[in-house]
């Protein structure tokens, strides 16, 4: 009996991998191949053999998933769970697509009648030109992520408006329930890092990378400081204006459309920098840590909060850079603390945080799932599939230690090197 087209396909793809399928497949004619329980894969048209072939590997397959040509019926958590314990184990060996299996696959293609010229990459795609890490080009980068939609970010966050790490203070790690709202574990790390800075009324904050202005809002409403926060993205600062208004706070919080790289009014009594850091890039990471040296004052603290990769995985990956955070750079916690000492800090707290970020990622993972119909009517059903992937692979990144994320709390000596903090914390 001739193999179906699902067989075919999965022939070469164990070829490939140098193990079984780990999924289940179907095909556009209704043929499957593979497990049929579990995670299915499903190929809705020829195309989504063309993004693959001319795109293979990571790419390749979020192309199809994000244009609708490549779908997973069933938990696409556990799909992602399953490849990426394969992949540990070493099931899936370590072969690549070589010449000859890029002809058999060529050939394949030409036979399911998917053979045409390479599709055009859907248009949530990053483009940027200029010089990498420059003013404007790093501007366009903001831009992409962080100027998509006020309206899609307010229905995914919490009404804090934080687009980072919660601290969920109530979860039971023992049994993996993360206890509490994510509210709570907002408003929890909002006054955290406020507690770390020891903000009190009168105080200057600066927040570098200001975000929808949850850190701002927080630290004037609740600990009476002075606050400046700088954005590069149009839509926050419009966002956080309307803030500033709403809560009465126009005589305490200023915000700018300012690169961090144009900061002149120093100093600031204590500094905040909420998962920026990443967007700043290896070469340019010198020059960040030394303007947050420059606009603190002797004896200031700094919180900086970011997420870190291990050592021989420094980037994002190719989804997250096309599609999500172009031009961003996670390097290993160790090489950032090297970048403070060499500005001149003394580094006095590193918090790791890596476990508060799965049930953080998965709260907004579930609110999009639940209100995936409004999502797609602001940002598009493709914008909608991009979010999706995103936010499940974010998750598992981190369940996994593959990502990890940390607050380090930085103090600038005063010139007889002294930090004049206390030997004893007062946060958890």
Request: proline share 5%; charged share 25%; net charge negative.
């Amino acid at each position: 009996m001739p193999m179906t087209r699902a067989e075919r396909i999965a022939a070469l793809v164990e070829e490939v991998l140098g193990t079984s399928l780990p999924v289940g497949l179907r095909t556009w004619d209704g043929s499957h191949a593979g497990p049929a329980d579990g995670p299915q894969v499903v190929l809705r048209s020829r195309r989504a053999l063309r993004w693959l072939l001319y795109s293979p590997g990571e790419l390749g397959l979020a192309r199809a998933y994000v244009s609708g040509d490549l779908d997973v019926e069933g938990d696409l958590t556990e799909g992602f769970r399953t490849v990426w314990a394969l992949t540990r184990s070493g099931s899936l060996g370590t072969s690549r697509l070589g010449p000859a299996q890029l002809a058999k696959a060529a050939g394949l293609a030409l036979r399911l009648g998917a053979v045409g010229t390479p599709p055009t990459p859907p248009a949530e795609e990053a483009r940027l030109s200029g010089v990498l890490h420059s003013l404007r080009r790093d501007s366009s980068a903001i831009s992409h992520h962080y100027d998509l939609s006020n309206a899609f970010y307010q229905l995914l966050l919490d009404e804090s408006m934080a687009y980072s790490s919660g601290y969920w203070t109530s979860a039971d790690w023992s049994s993996g329930e993360p206890g509490g709202t994510l509210e709570q574990a907002q408003w929890d790390k909002l006054d955290m890092i406020c507690r770390k800075l020891a903000l009190r009324p009168g105080m200057r904050l600066l927040d570098v990378g200001c975000g929808w202005g949850s850190l701002l809002i927080h630290a004037a409403k609740h600990h009476g400081v002075h606050a400046v926060g700088v954005t590069l993205s149009a839509e926050q600062l419009e966002h956080v204006r309307g803030r500033v208004e709403a809560n009465d706070l126009g005589d305490q919080v200023e915000v700018r459309r300012q690169d961090y790289r144009a900061l002149d009014d120093a100093p600031f009594d204590a500094i905040g920098s909420i998962e920026m850091g990443e967007h700043v890039g290896e070469d340019n990471y010198p020059t960040y840590t030394a303007t947050l040296h420059r606009m603190l004052k002797p004896g200031g603290r700094l919180v900086l909060q970011q997420m870190s990769r291990g050592a021989n995985a420094p980037g994002g990956g190719a989804f997250i850079e096309r599609y999500i955070a172009p031009d961003m750079t996670m390097r290993p916690i160790g090489r950032t603390l090297g970048h403070l000492e060499g500005a001149g800090f003394e580094v006095r707290d590193v918090h790791a945080m890596r476990e508060h970020y799965v049930p953080t990622v998965r709260a907004w993972l579930d609110t999009l799932e639940r209100r995936w119909d409004d999502a797609v009517a602001l940002i598009g059903e493709t914008g909608a599939r991009v979010w999706r992937l995103y936010l499940v692979g974010g998750a598992l990144a981190f369940e996994e230690n593959r990502m990890g994320v940390d607050q380090i709390m930085a103090v600038r000596p005063d010139s007889a090197g002294r930090s004049e903090l206390p030997p004893t914390r007062d946060w958890p």
